[in-house]
T-cell receptor, first 112, second 113 residues
Framework: GAVVSQHPSRVICKSGTSVKIECRSL??????MFWYRQFPKQSLMLMAT?????????EQGVEKDKFLINHASLTLSTLTVTSAHPEDSSFYIC????????FGPGTRLTVL | QQQVKQSPQSLIVQKGGIPIINCAYE??????FPWYQQFPGKGPALLIA?????SEKKEGRFTISFNKSAKQFSLHIMDSQPGDSATYFC????????????FGKGTKLSVIP
């Protein structure tokens, strides 16, 4: 299966600042990646589908101007949380679509 | 509308027991059903998956049973170990080339020594 990394694994930021999370596909050229958010003791909630070279497709209720996704290459997608607020604190997970969906290790975002 | 219903929400078994986690779906357009295992603070990892033309699939201690007519599938863990303690998610994927998954709400399994 595909090996997926995320950076950083943990980030703490102040309210109002922006945070960038990287998702890398280490051994597979991924035209499609997914971004999820997971609150404590809850399931994964799909935020958006990231397509290489084109605009991301956002799920209903996800603000595209707040959660900026860039999929500039076949191995890298980035999620930028702009003007972060405490309610954006969550576990963000990306996945790569190959034969299956393979998930990254996640990024814990804490907004103070 | 929750398209994949998972139960129970939590489960405690003794070491060596056989926990069973159940999922049900409504959309007959789903054609692929994976199970994921997630440890705290980690991303989900694919455990085992099944297609609806098969009634059972076994990989090591993990078995999926699939009932197409009832639109239900379940995960059985044989000879469970404390290291199996994790949250398990069932999921379903639509046909026609989509990789997008619909997840159940998860089951937190605790295997006590």
């Amino acid at each position: 299966g595909a090996v997926v990394s995320q950076h950083p694994s943990r980030v703490i930021c102040k309210s109002g600042t922006s945070v960038k999370i990287e998702c890398r596909s280490l051994d597979f050229q991924a035209t499609t990646m997914f971004w999820y958010r997971q609150f404590p003791k809850q399931s994964l909630m799909l935020m958006a589908t990231s397509n290489e070279g084109s605009k991301a497709t956002y799920e209903q209720g996800v603000e595209k101007d707040k959660f900026l996704i860039n999929h500039a290459s076949l191995t890298l997608s980035t999620l930028t949380v702009t003007s972060a607020h405490p309610e954006d604190s969550s576990f963000y997970i990306c996945s790569v679509a190959s034969t299956e969906q393979f998930f990254g290790p996640g990024t814990r975002l804490t907004v103070l | 509308q929750q398209q994949v219903k998972q139960s129970p929400q939590s489960l405690i078994v003794q070491k060596g027991g056989i926990p069973i986690i159940n999922c049900a779906y409504e959309n007959t357009a789903f054609d692929y059903f994976p199970w994921y295992q997630q440890f705290p603070g980690k991303g989900p990892a694919l455990l085992i998956a099944i297609r609806p033309d098969v009634s059972e699939k076994k990989e090591g201690r993990f078995t999926i049973s699939f009932n197409k007519s009832a639109k239900q599938f379940s995960l059985h863990i044989m000879d469970s170990q404390p290291g199996d303690s994790a949250t398990y998610f069932c999921a379903a994927r639509l046909a026609a080339g989509s990789y997008q998954l619909t997840f159940g709400k998860g089951t937190k399994l605790s295997v006590i020594p």
